[in-house]
């Protein structure tokens, strides 16, 4: 392994932090979005029963407990039930946008990394062709072999670290924002039924 980091030259330790940072992105958000979706289920069935008796002092409290998005955004219409729909729902969305973001955190720099680890292997192939064709030009027909071969190596070395990092991080960037999309969507929709039932338009 070693060797191989060596045979690739100094752009392989880029290439690598590329590589840990990724792992550590796409861990951390699959973890989290587990989380979120377990605590959710229990959170929308919970408020069904709450709400259900009126206990809604007791929804709010759970709400604090979940610490989830959706559980933010559920508590704030709760505390708003008193207004009118359109107010309620007003307060609901600029509070919906707030907490939207959490669900994409790290996933732009994900995304950034799948760019710059193809970059990166590019530059060490430009690179290394350059280290290669210098050796042609400075020693006869075919210069040192030794060093022509380690040359080319670190050419296709680092393209291929570089991809073996952007690809996956490029998977799991469109995966984990398809996802997060999906629970914003999810969210929107419990925050809807939420407010008809506050609103005493749903049972």
């Known amino acids: 392994m070693i ?6 030259g100094i752009l392989m330790i880029p290439i690598l932090l ?8 796409i861990i951390e958000r699959c973890v989290y979005f587990a989380s979120v979706q377990k605590r959710d289920r229990e959170l929308r069935k919970n408020l069904e029963e709450l709400l259900g008796r009126g206990e809604f002092s007791a929804a709010e409290a759970f709400c604090n407990q979940a ?6 955004v559920a508590k704030k219409a709760i505390g708003c039930r008193k207004l009118t729909e359109d107010d ?3 307060i609901v969305q600029c509070e ?12 732009t720099l994900l995304s950034t990394i799948a760019n710059i680890s193809t970059l990166l292997g590019l530059f060490g192939t430009v690179t290394g062709n350059i280290k290669a064709f ?8 075919m210069g040192n072999p030794a060093v022509l071969a380690s040359s080319i190596s670190e050419a296709l070395m680092t393209t291929a670290a570089g991809l073996f990092v952007a690809i996956p991080s490029l998977i799991f ?3 984990l924002s398809r996802k997060a999309d999906k629970l914003v969507t999810e969210m929107e929709g419990t925050v809807t039924k ?3 039932r506050l609103t005493g338009r749903v049972l």
């Not at 590329?18 to 992105?25: E, H, N, R, S």
């Not at 610490?67 to 933010?72: I, V």
């Not at 919906?96 to 996933?107: G, K, N, R």
């Open 3 to 8: 060797g191989l980091l060596k045979s690739g």
């Open 18 to 25: 590329c590589g840990l940072f990724a792992t550590y992105i």
């Open 96 to 107: 919906i946008d707030s907490v939207a973001p959490q669900f994409d955190h790290w996933l």
């Open 67 to 72: 610490g989830t998005p959706l559980s933010h």
């Open 134 to 141: 210098g050796v042609l030009g400075s020693g006869g027909t």
């Open 173 to 175: 960037s469109n995966a």
């Open 194 to 196: 939420l407010i008809l």
């Open 88 to 90: 309620m729902r007003e």
